[in-house]
């Protein structure tokens, strides 16, 4: 079984794609996990085009392959996504199901290198609302240490 330190990046951020693919809890947090690796896949695609040089991505690519049936099935439709909105459903173990709202921005920081920033709302007056409103006085609640966590190496 893989843990969490096996979804992050090179330096040390965390990777959707290597969750999704790579993390057996992402099949549960995804309630529609299928469209959600689906799509994940058809998202790299265009920038593996985009950036045919760009090493860590290759090496992203290469490493689903190698690892995740499920990546391979999804990499090997050819399915191309550009910009992506719509409805995601969540499952939270403190809270339940969320069904959030999202919608992504590319935010362009140089002549080649452009960052996503994915915004995620819930419909006001919904169950989701009251439950994101929880979930944020939970997390509110929580002590917080001063110092980030690297997600290598567990808390003392």
Do not use: C
């Amino acid at each position: 079984m893989r843990d969490a330190a096996d979804t992050v990046d090179k330096h040390g951020g965390p990777n959707i794609a290597r969750y999704i693919f790579l993390d057996p809890g992402a099949q549960d947090f995804f309630v529609d996990w299928d469209t959600a690796a689906t799509a994940t896949a058809a998202l790299l695609r265009p920038e593996a085009g985009r950036e045919p040089r760009d090493r860590a991505l290759r090496e992203l690519i290469g490493e689903l392959s190698t690892l995740s049936p499920d990546f391979r099935a999804s990499w090997a439709m050819h399915d191309v996504r550009i910009r992506h909105d719509g409805i995601k459903r969540l499952w939270h173990p403190d809270v339940g199901e969320l069904e959030l709202r999202y919608h992504s921005l590319d935010l362009p920081v140089s002549n080649r290198a452009v960052h996503d920033l994915t915004l995620y709302t819930a419909e006001p007056g919904t169950t989701s609302e009251d439950r994101l409103k929880l979930l944020a006085s939970l997390a509110a609640s929580q002590p917080h240490s001063a110092e980030p966590i690297s997600p290598k190496s567990p808390p003392s």
